[in-house]
């Protein structure tokens, strides 16, 4: 099956199962991708697990991403099918003022290290994240340093602007 085919017949199947789910799909940079309304993004991924039409049984990456515009956050996940070699990406996005998605860690156990990472770095909340605390950062930051609002330099230097990251 190629991409566009695994793109279809994955469109149809949220289409027909979860009414509402998938706001758009295309294939973008080789990769199938879905975007998913954030309330249904839970029942997407435990159907794209557990179907065994899809079998996406490894979680290879889950990370956060800003909007450009700031207003809102996001949640990429790259999922693969070993046995088939399909591999596609999830995306969800949510307001930046309300950064709460359910865990993933009850379909994989490998997204507990991930979560956590995405938590310590952009502030979205795994709600049934068995443990939800920073892991590189310390506990007393109060910011997100990959947030577009944290500068990436420090500001008395001329010589780079935040600009060039869209910030």
């Known amino acids: 099956m190629n991409k566009e085919e695994l793109l ?3 469109s149809e199947k949220l289409n027909a199962d979860l009414p509402g789910a998938l706001e758009k799909a295309e294939v973008l940079y080789d990769f199938p991708v879905f975007y998913i309304h954030k309330d249904k993004i839970h029942n997407v991924l435990s159907l794209l697990k557990n179907e065994p039409e899809f079998n996406f049984h490894f979680l290879t990456d889950l990370t956060g991403i800003q909007t450009a515009d700031e ?9 693969h099918n070993m ?9 969800t996005f949510f307001d930046i003022n309300k950064p709460e998605i359910p865990t993933a ?12 990472e995405t938590y310590d770095f952009f502030g979205v909340k795994f709600k049934g994240h068995p443990n939800l605390k920073r892991i590189l950062n310390v506990d007393e930051m109060d910011i997100f340093p990959l947030r577009k609002e944290f500068p990436l330099e420090d500001q008395s230097r001329e010589d780079k602007s935040d600009k060039m990251f869209g910030r």
Do not use: C, F, S
């Open 105 to 116: 860690t009850d379909l994989w156990k490998g997204a507990n290290w991930m979560e956590r």
């Open 83 to 91: 046995p088939k070699n399909y591999r596609i990406r999830v995306k």
């Open 71 to 79: 207003k809102q956050l996001g949640v990429i996940y790259h999922l």
């Open 8 to 10: 279809n017949k994955i």
